[in-house]
């Protein structure tokens, strides 16, 4: 699959959570980066650091660091969203808001690319940081699963989605 319009990309856009065995091009993994490197972020702090893993032990390491992150071991690739760590409720709402929006962009741009994504949680710090080898100053926010899916993504014609008139409320609700 080739290149797509952003709305294609949009449509298409699905968790994914079975992979083929065909590796990400270097250039792809880059684009996918710097798609979330760009993303807004409050007062532009861009409160994140990435982390990208491609080597299969460490994939199934992660796909251990929460209870429905399997996916992550069948993954060309992954990434791990972190953010300074804090005990601040509003600074770690505003850094959640922010690495959702990189992950968002990355989702996007991989679908573009044709490739599929999936996120997933972290149970354990101590164990995601022993996996990834992270400093204390930062915690692990979501992983993201990547690769080439099973089933080709296109765009879905009819999503299984709350129907927009329960949905889309215009000037009040």
């Known amino acids: 699959m080739g290149r797509m ?24 993994l880059d684009r996918i980066a710097e798609a979330g490197r760009r993303a807004p972020s409050s007062m532009n702090e861009q409160p994140w650091d990435f982390i990208i893993v491609t080597e299969r032990e460490r994939l199934l390491q992660m796909a251990d660091l929460w209870q429905y992150g399997s996916h992550i071991g069948g ?25 959702g929006q990189a992950a968002m962009s990355m989702m996007v741009t991989a679908a573009d690319l044709g490739i599929g994504s999936c996120h997933s949680s972290i149970g354990d710090q101590e164990a995601a940081r022993s996996v990834l080898g992270f400093p204390d100053d930062r915690e692990c926010v979501v992983l993201l699963s ?28």
Do not use: K
């Not at 990309?9 to 270097?26: G, L």
């Not at 080439?148 to 009040?172: C, F, G, M, N």
């Open 146 to 173: 990547l690769g080439y899916p099973t089933t080709p993504l296109a765009p879905i014609e009819h999503p299984d989605r709350r129907p927009s008139t329960d949905v889309v409320h215009r000037e009040r609700w």
């Open 5 to 28: 319009e952003t709305w294609d990309a949009i449509r298409a856009r699905r968790n994914t959570r079975h992979y083929s065995d065909r590796p990400i091009d270097v250039e792809d």
């Open 75 to 99: 993954a060309a690739a992954a990434v791990a969203f972190l953010s300074p760590t804090s005990t601040d409720p509003e600074a770690r709402e505003i850094f959640a808001f922010d690495l």
